[in-house]
């Protein structure tokens, strides 16, 4: 079985996943309480978008340790989430233990495609 070359960041899997992880993020902070709308909403909005952000940025950089760059980026910005996540769950916002699981899922991919790009074994480019 040979592994088809990635022609756009939207045919990786570990992109795939991290966007539903955002598009799920959605969802769970619409219930949030209105006063948390610049606070906690948007902090867990926007650490959950770079995720997949960086993963579609470092896609096109020309480099292996460019891409590894951002996939490191899109690492931390998980590592946000889980706080983030950690915290509306304490603070009784949802329940995040489905997204807890998601997350950790996507960090999996993105550490496995990371080694692939420092590597050179991955076929994007």
Known sequence: MTKEKAKSFTDLIVWQKAHQFVLDVYRLSAKF???ETYG???QLRRASISVPANIA????RATRPEKARFLNIAQGSLAECRYYLILSNDLSYGYTDK???ELEAVSKLLTAYTKA???GGHNNK
């Open 33 to 35: 309480p209105e006063t």
């Open 40 to 42: 906690l909403t948007s």
């Open 57 to 60: 940025e470092g896609f096109t």
């Open 99 to 101: 997204l807890l699981l």
């Open 117 to 119: 790009i420092r590597s």
